[in-house]
Structures are given as structure tokens and as C-alpha cells.
């Protein structure tokens, strides 16, 4: 006997069919708060790495032989 051939139809107890205004309103409001907080995130991580200090970029390649089997480094010879 498989779940399959039982399968009850009848709705979980945690769903409901129904809605109402105010439940749909706040969810709403809810979902346009955390829109809001993760474009405020993102803008702030755009900014700290706008202003961030720049370093100067160094390939791993540079600190290997060039006739090594070696493509790169995690760290200086």
C-alpha cells in the first residue's frame, strides 16, 4: 500500500483557502519593508566598496617560474 493510493484530499490544518483584505494589506507592506531593506543593503555595500581604499592588484602568476608547471600561488616563494 502506497501514500498514493490513499491520498487524502482534504487541506493541511495550516492552509486556508480564504483571505481578507487587511491579511493581503499587511503582507504587502511587510514584503515592500524588506524590498526596502535589502536595497538599503546593497546600497551600502556599494558605497564601502566605491570608497574603499584602493590596492593594487597582483596576478599569483607573477610569483612563480616561468617555466613551472605551476599556473598560480596562494602565496610568495
Known amino acids: 500500500m502506497s501514500v498514493v493510493d490513499h491520498f487524502d484530499k482534504a487541506p493541511e490544518a495550516g492552509f486556508t483557502r480564504g483571505w481578507d483584505a487587511e491579511a493581503a494589506?499587511?503582507?504587502f507592506n511587510v514584503s515592500l519593508a524588506l524590498i526596502a531593506a535589502l536595497a538599503f543593503g546593497i546600497g551600502t555595500v556599494a558605497y564601502s566598496m566605491r570608497s574603499a581604499p584602493k590596492r593594487p592588484i597582483t596576478?599569483?602568476?607573477e610569483h612563480v617560474d616561468p617555466n613551472s608547471p605551476i599556473f598560480?600561488?596562494?602565496v610568495k616563494p
Do not use: F, V, W
Open 25 to 27: 494589506r499587511r503582507q
Open 72 to 74: 598560480g600561488a596562494l
Open 59 to 61: 596576478a599569483a602568476i
